[in-house]
């Protein structure tokens, strides 16, 4: 069950908030549709319901705010716009990748893809889906971690009348075993059939609260839209002839020179003007409207607002009855109270409840009280005969203004329940992984070759691929685009927080993604040095690739120079929010980092390496067991290195940064 109170948008300059004070509920078992036109401000209820955005108001999810809620996903399924996969990702693999951030199990992945009806798709790449079924696998997302309580923004814009069929079916099967369903709409005939409960905005006010029985009864009927500048004598002759014939027709005074004709035709209407004389500007049809005071007709919204007298003088409401009698239902003041979530708030001022218009009251949306104290369902008193306020009631001063309701602070994006795995889905889901290496390899053995046929080149740098001309060695750059990689396709395709638009920074998260980003540059590396190893023999003979005397500091350095551009690309990447911005760090780092520390270390101040391990002993005055100095002696030799200094500066900095600004995202 979904209980909103007080839900408020924050006003930007002097502009009305999007959505002001909404209260509605949505009970458990039943399909609930937000119903409103295009800017009513359905998107921005879900948005202040889910915390992400600022305004102010309460929402319970099952008696508890979303805040509270330990793993938000496993209680709310949210579909809001399109899923913002990978295009090469299949269909399976996202579903696999976000169980794992979910905390569910894998086999959840096949369950759903099975009750949306995408098997025969499973590996289907999410770029080739057509609008229908992309509606689908964000179901199949919504409903992964098996929530109590789904919560679609427009789930069926863009389908075809069969797939909103199959849509508004799986709706009413999750509602049937006991959860709650809240979608929006613009069609109030996709709400009739589609939901057991309509709640209607307008201009981001709840004007209406009814079940869909009431609502298809008083805000579906066809009505005749006449203009004409003799709205009085026209709608006199109307009131005769349905007087003279038996019929109920039900006409009312629109704002300016317009009506609205309820149980009669435009033939009808038309022949009655011309028997007349009567001159008629404008007179059509209009099926599946929202009712009386639904707004100005096509094209005259401009002519309202150019009439002094529309503000002046309210709506002329009367029912036409068989007998002849004009009958007006009394407004809110007559009922002990202001208007309800039941009646519709039209732009001219009026109100109306059940099939009738009254009058509106100035103060109704001042004085509205949560929605659990309101009775929205009672039916509408009908009187015969004009109503007049008694004094009483009249001269009764308006009920006090209920308090603010509480701010609603944005909710943090959700990190994944098993980061790990997750990270291990994600980058071995989709190619661009793997040909990146395999084109890191095929650079790295033709640099090789090249390099051995020019000449002038250690046999260090030989077996590294790495020309002096280079800043990098081609092993080193593809795992830095790797690690950039790691996060550019996090905030391009932002799975983990769809509804957001954005990733998550925590711990967890970055230290799975740099474990998986040094184990991939590791293997890189080894990889890169074996295939140049092998070129080599192959190409110039045996002489080319003996095992240097120093290989175990040389591999020391090999390896850390791949992991530490891996590790900072995932830094850069995170704290930039983009792969080029990750990938330019990495670069950065021998061309503006090294001179640096080149010059630093060719300063007087700086001590050399040379007898640190002595100094450790003196030190600690301890033995390092099975010789451990030297193993250390060998990772200093690489710090002190420019390049090694640089990196290990570098990544420092990058550090640090992602850390700071993860702090300042939370206390913000």
Not at 495 to 502: M, P, V
Not at 639 to 652: F, I, K, R, W, Y
Request: proline share 7%; aromatic share 4%.
């Amino acid at each position: 069950m979904i209980q909103a109170f007080g839900l408020t948008s924050n006003s930007f300059k002097d502009l009305p908030p999007a959505v002001d004070d909404v209260s509605f509920e949505a009970r458990a078992g039943r399909v609930t549709a937000l119903l409103g036109a295009t800017g009513a401000g359905k998107t921005t209820v879900l948005r202040l319901m889910l915390e992400l955005q600022q305004g102010r108001g309460l929402t319970y999810f099952r008696g508890r705010p979303l805040h509270r809620i330990a793993h938000p996903s496993r209680e709310v399924g949210v579909l809001m716009g399109d899923v913002p996969g990978h295009p090469a990702r299949t269909v399976r693999g996202h579903l696999r990748m976000l169980c794992a951030a979910a905390g569910v199990p894998v086999r959840r992945a096949d369950e759903v893809l099975e009750v949306v009806g995408l098997v025969s798709l499973r590996e289907e790449r999410l770029g080739t889906l057509s609008r229908g079924m992309d509606r689908r696998l964000g179901l199949a997302c919504a409903l992964l971690p098996d929530p109590h309580t789904l919560v679609l923004d427009d789930p069926a814009e863009g389908l075809s009348t069969r797939e909103s069929h199959w849509l508004h079916g799986m709706l009413r099967a999750h509602a049937a075993q006991g959860g709650s369903v809240l979608f929006t709409t613009s069609e109030p005939k996709e709400a009739v059939r589609a939901a057991d409960h309509v709640i209607t905005l307008e201009q981001g006010r709840l004007v209406a609260d009814q079940e869909v029985a009431e609502f298809a009864r008083t805000r579906l009927r066809p009505r005749v839209a006449v203009r004409t500048p003799h709205a009085a004598r026209l709608a006199a002759l109307l009131a005769k002839e349905a007087r003279t014939a038996h019929r109920s027709v039900e006409v009312v005074r629109e704002v300016g020179n317009r009506l609205s004709v309820y149980g009669s035709t435009c033939a009808d209407v038309g022949e009655t003007a011309f028997r007349h004389g009567v001159l008629v500007h404008q007179l059509a049809d209009e099926i599946g409207d929202m009712g009386p005071g639904a707004g100005p007709f096509p094209g005259e919204a401009a002519e309202a607002a150019q009439d002094p007298r529309a503000g002046a003088t309210g709506p002329e409401t009367g029912e036409l009855l068989g007998d002849g009698a004009l009958g007006v239902a009394p407004g809110p003041e007559m009922r002990g109270g202001p208007a309800a979530h039941g009646d519709f708030a039209s732009p001219n001022g009026s109100h109306m409840r059940g099939a009738r218009v009254v009058p509106a009251d100035p103060k109704a949306h001042g004085d509205q009280l949560p929605h659990s104290s309101r009775d929205t369902h009672s039916a509408p008193a009908e009187v015969s005969g004009h109503a007049a306020l008694s004094p009483a009631t009249a001269s009764r001063p308006p009920a006090p203004l209920s308090p603010l309701p509480p701010p609603i602070s944005v909710r943090s994006a959700p990190s994944p329940l098993r980061p790990l795995r997750y990270e291990l889905r994600r980058a071995a889901g989709i190619g661009t992984g793997f040909l990146t290496g395999a084109a890191v390899l095929v650079t790295s053995a033709l640099t090789a070759v090249l390099l051995a046929r020019v000449g002038h080149t250690p046999q260090a740098r030989l077996l590294a691929a790495w020309p002096r001309e280079l800043p990098l060695p081609p092993a080193a750059l593809g795992a830095g685009l790797l690690g950039a990689l790691a996060f550019g396709d996090e905030f391009r395709h932002p799975a983990l927080a769809a509804d957001r638009g954005t990733v998550p920074r925590r711990l967890g998260l970055l230290t799975a993604k740099l474990v998986v980003a040094a184990v991939t540059a590791l293997v890189l590396a080894f990889l890169a040095v074996g295939c140049d190893a092998q070129v080599l023999y192959l190409v110039y003979g045996r002489e080319l690739t003996e095992v240097p005397a120093d290989w175990l500091s040389l591999s020391a350095s090999w390896f850390g120079l791949v992991v530490g551009c891996a590790w900072a690309g995932v830094l850069a990447a995170g704290i930039f929010r983009s792969t080029t911005a990750g990938l330019a760090a990495v670069v950065s780092v021998p061309i503006l980092v090294v001179p640096l520390v080149r010059k630093a270390l060719d300063g007087g101040s700086v001590r050399a390496a040379a007898g640190l391990p002595a100094r450790l002993r003196e030190v600690l005055l301890l033995q390092w067991p099975f010789g451990g100095e030297r193993y250390l002696a060998a990772a200093v030799r690489v710090v002190a290195q420019p390049v090694g200094g640089a990196l290990t500066l570098s990544l420092t900095a990058l550090l640090c940064a992602y850390l700071l600004t993860t702090l300042r995202s939370r206390v913000r």
